[in-house]
């Protein structure tokens, strides 16, 4: 099971914005992310609507953060991208499960599953972009990033 690309690209485009420290314009952030430039205004978007990312109008606008980095979580930015974190779809609010239709109790699995994402869940709100900004390492691999092709 892995986190979807998109979601992998809008961390790596929050990581970019963390180690930039100032306003950035679209093609710069696509450049820098090896993200392709569509690609990275439709993340870009999702991160506005989310609050992560604060975006700029005009000759000089571009996309700051819009939150101080100790204050995102990768939790904030995964459920920009995807919604709500469930490790099963079987915790959805409107889902009928047909292993226990009749709802008087919750199936083993529904309890675990729920069990497992707050663990998830937990785990990713303890994680901050201050502590990517901190790390001596550094994400960003330009040259890396060039050998690849960009999809």
Same mark, same amino acid.
Not at 22 to 31: K, L, N, T, V
Not at 69 to 79: F, K, N
Not at 92 to 108: F, G, H, I, K
């Given at each position: ?7 992998? *690209? /809008? ?16 093609? +710069?952030?696509?450049? /820098? ?42 939790? &904030?930015?995964?459920? /920009?991208?995807?919604?709500? *974190? ?8 409107? *889902?009928?499960? +047909? ?17 497992? +994402? ?6 990713? +709100? ?7 900004? &901190? ?5 960003? &691999?330009?040259? /890396? ?7």
């Amino acid at each position: 099971m892995y986190i979807t690309l998109e979601t992998d *690209y /809008a961390i790596r485009i929050v990581d970019c914005l963390v180690h930039h420290d100032q306003r950035m314009d679209a093609q +710069s952030i696509s450049e /820098a992310t090896c993200v392709s430039l569509r690609f990275s205004l439709k993340i870009l978007r999702k991160l506005v609507t989310a609050g992560i990312v604060q975006s700029f109008k005009g000759a000089k606008g571009g996309y700051i953060l819009a939150r101080e980095p100790a204050d995102i979580t990768l939790r &904030d930015v995964i459920e /920009a991208v995807e919604g709500p *974190y469930r490790f099963s779809r079987c915790l959805a609010e409107d *889902y009928q499960c +047909s292993r226990n239709p009749s709802l008087e109790s919750t199936c083993v699995y529904h309890q675990f599953f729920d069990h497992l +994402s707050q663990v998830v869940v937990q785990e990713l +709100s303890r994680f901050n972009f201050q502590q990517v900004k &901190d790390s001596p390492v550094s994400c960003l &691999d330009l040259e /890396a990033c060039h050998k690849q092709p960009k999809e």
